[in-house]
């Protein structure tokens, strides 16, 4: 079968053959890829050469965003049966740490973790790919256009999730008692921040929509943009960040609400990162999302910055990668963010390709937001 990754020790992106995976354990699926997507982490690996492959190998499929249809099951299998519409979680527990052990391998402790299509283990630009039952989750049949958007959501559900969590532990300032975190209109008088209008930060707006935030979006492309228009279509306001400090940015959010309650950055603008933690307001959540991979070196005032952190109780966490919970909260999700916003998700869809079309995939062009190869349409 056809796949598209890294080889070893040759840069770019190739095609290569392998043999069809089959099942050999009684707890495998083997699954039929339809859609993949590609994301920033795949730009990246091309553009800079990030590889990581198993021992023993010398290539590896990339690709960890999917939607498949079960091809055939082990005799163990009970949760899903051939047909059945489903998506792969990415990571794979490192068996040893706390986190891993209790299904949120997202939270591993030693590191030791392997991520199919990143590190070390074989990804879905390819057409078929067996694993166990524990790590597949099963796809309602009406979503089938839209579940490639799975795992890319499930990022943002867990960022949003660190929110929720950790700002239980204030009433979050607000006089009306049905505007708190738990609510499903949680984000009524609160305001956020979202850094980057990519793939993440479009769909960290649309949950922080649905939850009614008032939400701004700062990136550095102009107003006339698809991104943009995808954001002003879910009630957001955006934010040209070429023409704004950070600290003129948080101003801006500012003026409505006089506090700027969330920060999620999902741009890895490192600076603009680090800088807009001298902005927050008091009590509020900065979630990073955002992997620079370039090194830079800028100068802070740290006294200022820890004293700042201190005395308004601010948090600054980051979040990576999802577990299964978050794989389905973003299904649930899914179709909600589809008829609040018209179609949303499928205009992010800028790129269709084939898995032949590798050399064309990786080819960076300014209004790309989302490609998805077909794999088998
Ligand atoms: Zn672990
Ligand atoms: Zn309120």
Same mark, same amino acid.
């Given at each position: 079968?056809?796949?598209?990754?890294?080889?070893?020790?040759?840069?770019?992106?190739?095609?290569?053959?392998?043999?069809?995976?089959?099942?050999?354990?009684?707890?495998?699926?083997?699954?039929?890829?339809?859609?993949?997507?590609?994301?920033?982490?795949?730009?990246?690996?091309?553009?800079?050469?990030?590889?990581?492959?198993?021992?023993?190998?010398?290539?590896?499929?990339?690709?960890?965003?999917?939607?498949?249809?079960?091809?055939?099951?082990?005799?163990?299998?009970?949760?899903?049966?051939?047909?059945?519409?489903?998506?792969?979680?990415?990571?794979?527990?490192?068996?040893?740490?706390?986190?891993?052990?209790?299904?949120?391998?997202?939270?591993?402790?030693?590191?030791?973790?392997?991520?199919?299509?990143?590190?070390?283990?074989?990804?879905?630009?390819?057409?078929?790919?067996?694993?166990?039952?524990?790590?597949? @989750? /099963?796809?309602? !049949?009406?979503?089938?256009?839209? #579940?490639?958007?799975?795992? %890319?959501?499930? $990022?943002? *559900?867990?960022?949003?999730?660190?929110?929720?969590?950790?700002?239980?532990?204030?009433?979050?300032?607000?006089?009306?008692?049905?505007?708190?975190?738990?609510?499903?209109?949680?984000?009524?008088?609160?305001?956020?921040?979202?850094?980057?209008?990519?793939?993440?930060?479009?769909?960290?707006?649309?949950?922080?929509?649905?939850?009614?935030?008032?939400?701004?979006?700062?990136?550095?492309?102009?107003?006339?943009?698809?991104?943009?228009?995808? @954001? /002003?279509?879910? !009630?957001?306001?955006?934010?040209? #960040?070429?023409?704004?400090? %950070?600290?003129? $940015?948080? *101003?801006?959010?500012?003026?409505?609400?006089?506090?700027?309650?969330?920060?999620?950055?999902?741009?890895?603008?490192?600076?603009?990162?680090?800088?807009?933690?001298?902005?927050?307001?008091?009590?509020?959540?900065?979630?990073?999302?955002?992997?620079?991979?370039?090194?830079?070196?800028?100068?802070?005032?740290?006294?200022?910055?820890?004293?700042?952190?201190?005395?308004?109780?601010?948090?600054?966490?980051?979040?990576?990668?999802?577990?299964?919970?978050?794989?389905?909260?973003?299904?649930?999700?899914?179709?909600?963010?589809?008829?609040?916003?018209?179609?949303?998700?499928?205009?992010?869809?800028?790129?269709?390709?084939?898995?032949?079309?590798?050399?064309?995939?990786?080819?960076?062009?300014?209004?790309?937001?989302?490609?998805?190869?077909?794999?088998?349409?």
């Amino acid at each position: 079968m056809l796949a598209i990754g890294m080889l070893r020790g040759k840069a770019g992106v190739h095609t290569f053959e392998l043999p069809k995976p089959e099942i050999k354990q009684p707890d495998e699926v083997l699954v039929r890829v339809k859609e993949a997507g590609v994301d920033g982490t795949d730009f990246n690996m091309v553009r800079h050469n990030l590889q990581d492959i198993a021992e023993g190998r010398n290539e590896i499929v990339m690709g960890h965003e999917m939607v498949g249809v079960i091809e055939a099951v082990g005799s163990d299998v009970k949760s899903v049966a051939p047909g059945d519409m489903v998506v792969f979680t990415v990571r794979r527990g490192c068996g040893i740490c706390q986190p891993c052990l209790h299904n949120q391998s997202d939270m591993c402790m030693t590191g030791l973790y392997t991520e199919r299509g990143i590190h070390k283990q074989d990804g879905f630009f390819t057409e078929f790919v067996v694993d166990q039952e524990q790590y597949v @989750v /099963k796809v309602p !049949g009406d979503l089938a256009n839209l #579940a490639v958007f799975t795992e %890319p959501l499930s $990022i943002a *559900e867990k960022g949003i999730e660190q929110i929720s969590v950790i700002q239980s532990r204030l009433p979050w300032a607000c006089e009306h008692p049905d505007h708190t975190y738990t609510s499903p209109d949680w984000g009524k008088c609160k305001t956020a921040l979202v850094l980057g209008a990519g793939p993440l930060g479009i769909l960290a707006t649309a949950l922080l929509r649905l939850a009614e935030v008032h939400t701004y979006v700062a990136d550095i492309v102009p107003e006339d943009s698809h991104k943009v228009h995808l @954001v /002003k279509h879910m !009630g957001a306001n955006y934010i040209d #960040a070429r023409s704004k400090t %950070p600290k003129e $940015i948080v *101003e801006f959010c500012c003026s409505a609400t006089a506090n700027l309650d969330i920060v999620f950055e999902a741009s890895g603008a490192a600076a603009t990162a680090v800088e807009l933690i001298s902005h927050m307001s008091r009590s509020s959540i900065y979630v990073m999302t955002g992997i620079p991979r370039e090194e830079l070196v800028i100068q802070v005032d740290a006294a200022q910055l820890v004293r700042q952190i201190v005395r308004n109780n601010q948090v600054v966490v980051g979040s990576v990668n999802s577990n299964r919970s978050h794989f389905e909260m973003a299904l649930k999700d899914i179709p909600a963010i589809n008829s609040r916003f018209g179609g949303m998700l499928e205009e992010m869809i800028t790129h269709r390709f084939k898995l032949e079309d590798y050399e064309r995939i990786f080819v960076p062009t300014d209004q790309n937001i989302k490609t998805v190869i077909e794999v088998e349409p």
